[in-house]
C-alpha cells in the first residue's frame, strides 16, 4: 500500500520540484537584470517602449525633455511575455505528463508481466493475485490457464495413446513373425511334405506376412504423421468422377467383406483442393465404413452440392458409437476398437489426418452415430 502511494506521490513531487526550479530561476534572471545588467536593460527599454519629445514647461516657459511610456508597445510585450510563459507552462506540463505516463505504464506493464507469472505459476486462485482494477485481465488469465490445462491434458492423453499403441504393436509385431518362422521352418525341414499341407503351410504364412506388414505400416504412420506437415496444392477437381472412381477401386474390398456400395451424386460437381490429399480423406472414410460395417450391409455414399459448398456422406449399418467416443474419434492415435486381437483400425490416424486435410480447405467434418447407423458428412466450400 505504500509503495502505492509513493509512486502517485511522484509525479506531484516533480512538477513542484520544475515549478520552484523556475521561480527560482526567475527571481535570478530578475536580480541579474535589475543589479548587473542594469544599465543594458535601461537603455534597450527606453529604446522600445519609452517615448520622448521635447515640450514646453507652462509655469516657467522653458523647453524640457519628456518621458512617457509607449503603451501599445509595451501591452505588446507583455502579450508576447504571457504568451511565451504560457507555450513554455504547456510544454513543462505535456512533458511532465509524458514521462509520467510512460513511466506509469512502464510500472503497470511490469506490475502485471509480475502478476501473471505469479498466476501461472503458482497454484491459486486468480482474485488472490490480480487486484479489483485488474478484473478484465483477470478473465482472460483464467480462461488462458484453463485452455492451456485442457491442451496439456489433451496432449497428456494423445502420449498416453501413442506410446500404448506402439507397445502393442510392438509385441504384436512377434505373433505373425514367429507364425511365420515357424511355417517356413516346417517347409524347410519336410522336404518330402504333401503338396495339399504345403499349400496350406503357404497359404498361413503368406496370411501372416500380410498381417506383419499391416502393421509395420501403422509404424510408419504413426512416424510419417510426427515427421510431416501437409501442404495443399491446389487444382480443379471433378469431385463426382473422384468418387465413382474410389467406388470402383474399392470393390475387391467390398467383396471380401460381403458389403456393397451405392452412390448418389451428380454429375460435373467441380470443387477447387489438393486431389491427392481429399482423395485420401475420402479412401479413409470409406476404408473407415467398410471396417465397422455389418457383413452383408450397403455403404451409402453421396454428395450434394449447393451455391456456396458441397456436402459429402459416408453412411454404413454397424454397431452404434457411444457419444462420449464419438467426441474423442477425430483425436490422433484413438482407435474404435481397442481390442489388439482383430484388424479393423489402425494406428488411430486416418480419421485425424482427414480433419486436418478437410481443414486446411476451408471445410469441416462430422460424424454422427445413432441406431446402428454412422454418418461421416465432409462440407467443402465450392
Not at 260 to 289: H, P, W
Amino acid at each position: 500500500m505504500k509503495a502505492k502511494i509513493n509512486i502517485r506521490l511522484q509525479p506531484i513531487l516533480r512538477i513542484l520540484l520544475i515549478f520552484l526550479t523556475a521561480y527560482f530561476l526567475c527571481l535570478i534572471l530578475y536580480a541579474l537584470v535589475d543589479n548587473t545588467f542594469n544599465g543594458v536593460f535601461l537603455d534597450w527599454f527606453n529604446k522600445h517602449y519609452i517615448l520622448e519629445y521635447n515640450s514646453t514647461n507652462p509655469t516657467s516657459g522653458r523647453e524640457m525633455w519628456v518621458q512617457r511610456p509607449n503603451w501599445p508597445a509595451i501591452k505588446t510585450l507583455f502579450l508576447q511575455l504571457f504568451i511565451g510563459v504560457v507555450f513554455v507552462s504547456l510544454a513543462i506540463i505535456l512533458y511532465v505528463t509524458a514521462t509520467h505516463s510512460r513511466r506509469h505504464t512502464q510500472n503497470a506493464i511490469s506490475e502485471i508481466s509480475t502478476m501473471m507469472r505469479n498466476y501461472m505459476a503458482e497454484n491459486k486462485e486468480a482474485t488472490d493475485i490480480f487486484p479489483p482494477e485488474y478484473s478484465e485481465i483477470s478473465t482472460q488469465m483464467v480462461e488462458i490457464k484453463s485452455q492451456m490445462l485442457r491442451n496439456e491434458q489433451i496432449l497428456k492423453e494423445e502420449a498416453a495413446r501413442k506410446n500404448d499403441l506402439i507397445t502393442y504393436l510392438a509385441h504384436d509385431l512377434k505373433t505373425p513373425l514367429t507364425s511365420i518362422i515357424g511355417y517356413l521352418s516346417l517347409l524347410d525341414e519336410a522336404s518330402d511334405m504333401p503338396d495339399a499341407q504345403k499349400q496350406k503351410y503357404t497359404k498361413i504364412t503368406l496370411e501372416k506376412s500380410l498381417r506383419l506388414e499391416k502393421l509395420i505400416n501403422e509404424f510408419f504412420d504413426i512416424t510419417r504423421y510426427n515427421l510431416q506437415q501437409i501442404y495443399l496444392e491446389k487444382e480443379s477437381i471433378d469431385l463426382s468422377y473422384m468418387l465413382m472412381q474410389m467406388t470402383d477401386e474399392f470393390y475387391p474390398i467390398l467383396q471380401a467383406h460381403g458389403n456393397t456400395a451405392q452412390l448418389d451424386t451428380a454429375e460435373n460437381i467441380m470443387i477447387t483442393g489438393d486431389s491427392i490429399k481429399l482423395a485420401r480423406v475420402f479412401q479413409n472414410l470409406f476404408k473407415n465404413a467398410i471396417s465397422y460395417s455389418y457383413p452383408d450391409t450397403v455403404i451409402h455414399i453421396t454428395a450434394v452440392c449447393d451455391e456456396a459448398s458441397v456436402t459429402v456422406t459416408f453412411s454404413n449399418q454397424g454397431k452404434t458409437i457411444p457419444e462420449h467416443k464419438l467426441d474423442m474419434i477425430f483425436e490422433k492415435f484413438f482407435r474404435l476398437d481397442e481390442a489388439r486381437t482383430t484388424n479393423t483400425g489402425g494406428a488411430g490416424l486416418g480419421l485425424a489426418i482427414a480433419k486436418e486435410i478437410v481443414t486446411l480447405h476451408g471445410g469441416e467434418i462430422t460424424a454422427t452415430s445413432a441406431d446402428e447407423k454412422t454418418t461421416f458428412t465432409v462440407t467443402l466450400p465450392l
